[in-house]
Every structure is written in structure tokens, then in C-alpha cells.
């Protein structure tokens, strides 16, 4: 499994499921105050479960196929957000790009993580470590991703992102930075696929796991980091800013 080597691998448009969620709320208090049966209520909110099932039922897919072959995920590239740090965790081993991180933003917008990807850090990682993930959508970077032993081996990249250039052309700025990423995305790929080959034919024996995982954060220290995220007042130096 392997997808671009893209500087963010977004899991989703967060601003259209909020566009939904904001519509959906307020069709429920309209039919709420109109006394539509709980029944119809619910289902205002088939949009969610059917999204919720395409990455469930993605998981299903690929456990059942890892009980024939080892699966391999790729993780190149920069940081996966929701979605798309859950789809590489339905793999048995991971390779990542030494850029890349994972973090399950869903933390940050009210919502929890539902395509697996849990359960899958839990597997991996460790009871203390999903928790970490799951409670604070901090990003964990890819030292640190193989420390808790959710990437079993890191390639060193040691060349940076294209940047989008400023001519004073946006046309012709973007057709540039495209060529760029493609450029990229397969240097990097010729990096990254051979390491996945690699682990995807090795004897069991020879796939890197870590012997002892580390923590990120446990008891009070979780306890402080959620804390200290879920204040308003550690954002303020943003306020105004857009």
C-alpha cells in the first residue's frame, strides 16, 4: 500500500463534513421542534454512518486479505491526518519516510477516530500510546513513530519538499509546483518501495519490531497535555490571525 509523497496526506475535507454537521444540527432542532419521530431524526445522519462504513468496511478488506500475505504500507512523504494515518495502520509493517508523522485530528474538531485506525494504534502502540494519540491529535513524528512500534523500520530523506514559487504567475506558479511534487513523489518512491519490497518478501524473522516500546505520555502528564490542548488560552496568540 502506498499512495503520493505529498507534504500533508489529509484524511478528509473537514470543511465539508462541518458544512454537514452544521446542516444536519439544524435540521434536527427544526424537526425536533416539529416532533418527528427519533426514527427520522436518526437519519439525518446516514451521511456519517455511510462515510464510517467505507473505511470499516476497508479494514475488513484488508485484515482478511493479511491472513494470506503480509501487508505492507508505505508512509511516505509529510504528515497524515485522520483518515489517512488509519488506512496505512490496517497494515501489518510500515515503512516510513523519516519526514512523516501521523496524527488523529479528529481529537481536535469533537469528533473520534472510526475507521480502525484505534484499535490498529492499539495493537501496535500500545493501551498508553493510542490514548495519547487519540486524546490529544498531537502529531508524533516518525522517530518516534517507530519508538512505539507503529512503523517497523524509518528510510532517511534527506531532501526537503518543493515549495510553491512566486513569480507573480499563479498559472503558471501551480503548473510548476505540480511538475515539482511529481518530481518528488518519485525520487522519493525510488527511496521508500524497494525498503517495502523488501519487508513485504523477507522471512517473518527479519521484519524490524521494536523490543521495548517507548511512552509518549502517560497519567499526569496526558492528563496536563489534554488539558493545556483543550484550553482556548493556549491558541491566543492566534486570535485575530488568519
Same mark, same amino acid.
Given at each position: 500500500?502506498?499512495?503520493?509523497?505529498?507534504?500533508?496526506?489529509?484524511?478528509?475535507?473537514?470543511?465539508? *463534513?462541518?458544512?454537514? @454537521?452544521?446542516? #444536519?444540527?439544524?435540521?434536527?432542532?427544526?424537526?425536533?421542534?416539529?416532533? +418527528?419521530?427519533?426514527?427520522?431524526?436518526?437519519?439525518?445522519?446516514?451521511?456519517?454512518?455511510?462515510?464510517? /462504513?467505507?473505511?470499516?468496511?476497508?479494514?475488513? =478488506?484488508?485484515? =482478511?486479505? +493479511?491472513?494470506?500475505?503480509?501487508?505492507?504500507?508505505?508512509?511516505?512523504?509529510?504528515?497524515? $491526518?485522520?483518515?489517512?494515518?488509519?488506512?496505512? @495502520?490496517?497494515?501489518?509493517?510500515?515503512?516510513?519516510?523519516?519526514?512523516?508523522?501521523?496524527? $488523529? *485530528? /479528529?481529537?481536535?474538531?469533537?469528533? @473520534?477516530?472510526?475507521?480502525?485506525?484505534?484499535?490498529?494504534?492499539?495493537?501496535?502502540?500500545?493501551?498508553?500510546?493510542?490514548?495519547?494519540?487519540?486524546? #490529544?491529535?498531537?502529531?508524533?513524528?516518525?522517530?518516534?513513530?517507530?519508538?512505539?512500534?507503529?512503523?517497523?523500520?524509518?528510510?532517511?530523506? #534527506?531532501?526537503? $519538499?518543493?515549495?510553491?514559487?512566486?513569480?507573480?504567475?499563479?498559472?503558471?506558479?501551480?503548473?510548476?509546483?505540480?511538475?515539482?511534487?511529481?518530481?518528488?513523489?518519485? /525520487?522519493?518512491?525510488?527511496? @521508500?518501495?524497494?525498503?517495502?519490497?523488501?519487508?513485504?518478501?523477507?522471512?517473518?524473522?527479519?521484519?524490524? *519490531?521494536?523490543?521495548?516500546?517507548?511512552?509518549?505520555?502517560?497519567?499526569?502528564?496526558? *492528563?496536563?497535555?489534554? =488539558?493545556?490542548?483543550?484550553?482556548?488560552?493556549?491558541?491566543?496568540?492566534? $486570535?485575530?490571525?488568519?
Amino acid at each position: 500500500m502506498c499512495g503520493a509523497n505529498d507534504p500533508v496526506h489529509a484524511g478528509g475535507d473537514l470543511k465539508e *463534513s462541518l458544512e454537514k @454537521l452544521d446542516k #444536519t444540527l439544524s435540521t434536527k432542532k427544526e424537526k425536533e421542534k416539529a416532533g +418527528a419521530p427519533a426514527k427520522e431524526i436518526d437519519q439525518l445522519y446516514d451521511w456519517a454512518d455511510r462515510r464510517l /462504513e467505507k473505511g470499516i468496511g476497508l479494514h475488513s =478488506r484488508i485484515r =482478511r486479505l +493479511a491472513q494470506h500475505l503480509r501487508v505492507v504500507a508505505v508512509c511516505g512523504g509529510g504528515t497524515r $491526518f485522520g483518515g489517512s494515518a488509519e488506512i496505512p @495502520l490496517m497494515a501489518d509493517v510500515l515503512v516510513g519516510d523519516s519526514r512523516s508523522g501521523m496524527c $488523529f *485530528s /479528529e481529537a481536535m474538531i469533537g469528533l @473520534l477516530p472510526g475507521w480502525s485506525g484505534i484499535a490498529r494504534a492499539l495493537v501496535k502502540a500500545g493501551l498508553e500510546n493510542a490514548r495519547y494519540m487519540a486524546l #490529544t491529535g498531537k502529531e508524533v513524528r516518525a522517530d518516534k513513530l517507530k519508538a512505539i512500534g507503529i512503523y517497523n523500520l524509518v528510510v532517511e530523506v #534527506t531532501f526537503n $519538499f518543493p515549495k510553491m514559487p512566486k513569480t507573480g504567475d499563479p498559472k503558471a506558479d501551480k503548473a510548476a509546483y505540480a511538475e515539482a511534487l511529481e518530481r518528488h513523489d518519485e /525520487e522519493t518512491g525510488m527511496l @521508500l518501495l524497494p525498503q517495502g519490497l523488501e519487508l513485504a518478501t523477507c522471512p517473518p524473522e527479519e521484519v524490524p *519490531s521494536v523490543t521495548q516500546r517507548a511512552t509518549l505520555a502517560k497519567g499526569a502528564e496526558l *492528563s496536563e497535555e489534554v =488539558r493545556r490542548r483543550s484550553d482556548p488560552q493556549t491558541y491566543a496568540h492566534l $486570535f485575530g490571525n488568519r
